[in-house]
């Protein structure tokens, strides 16, 4: 071997898979890719030395006289380090778009500061798109058809969240009004906080009047007696 190739990796094709689809067929091309050398490195916890990668033919599915709206399912790489592993992912990815039931449904997410000098002060974003009824894949409402297995893609807007910050729920008529009405009430906010900013000596007495919810209208708490101790209150 070259020394001089010793650093650059092996990325080879080694297979291809067939998988039949509504009629057509689903193509895949199989890489290996691994180090040349070994000893370069270590293997993280649970990744060999080699990894294999499952790779949508694009052109034999439009060779078919398709498009890309009638996949039905995500066209992303597959990949992993057990060989059999990502042929049932393939697989399952393929025959679960196969006549594909799709609910709709409401995504919403919002998120506040997480750090000290966190940019985003409040993120809120929500929209509407379909889910499969096993759950797994999202893909948007329009004629785009985009397949995805983020759900993180049915929000507008290019906001971040955290898989565990977003909420799907059964689309309806009223939540999706309820979600219009919140985006108004942010606008209002918005508007009105732009307004004391460039008046700032309205500031210290209207900031409670800003906030969505009056204090008439917080749910009621019970006062609890104060404890002192030692001149201290607690």
């Given amino acids: 071997m070259n020394p001089s190739r010793i650093g650059i990796p092996i990325n080879k094709k080694i297979d ?29 916890h649970g990744i060999g030395l080699a990894t294999f990668h499952a790779y949508f033919d694009r052109k034999h599915w439009t060779d078919q006289g398709m498009t890309m709206e009638q996949l039905g399912f995500p066209c992303t790489p597959i990949s992993g380090s057990d060989y059999n592993d990502v042929f049932e992912r393939a697989k399952k990815t393929v025959w679960a778009a196969k006549e594909q039931i799709w609910n709709k449904v409401i995504v919403m997410a919002v998120k506040g500061v997480s ?32 397949v995805s297995r983020r759900v993180s893609e049915l929000l507008p807007g290019g906001l971040s969240f955290e898989a565990e910050e977003i909420k799907v729920y059964p689309y309806t008529e009223e939540m999706e009004a309820s979600m219009k009405e919140l985006d108004a009430m942010f606008a209002k906010f918005t508007g009105a906080l732009k307004f004391v900013i460039s ?36």
């Fill in 115 to 146: 750090r000290m000098h966190d940019e985003d002060k409040v993120k809120f974003a929500w929209g509407v798109g379909l889910r499969s009824n096993d759950g797994t894949l999202f893909k948007t409402a329009d004629s785009r058809n985009y």
């Fill in 199 to 234: 008046n700032p000596e309205l500031l210290l007495g209207i900031k409670s009047r800003l906030l969505p919810l009056t204090v008439e209208e917080q749910p009621a708490t019970p006062v609890k007696e104060q404890l002192t101790v030692n001149g201290i209150k607690l």
């Fill in 16 to 44: 291809e898979w067939l998988f039949h689809f509504n009629g057509k067929s689903v193509k895949f091309d199989i890489h290996i890719k691994r180090r040349r050398d070994p000893e370069s490195g270590e293997t993280s």
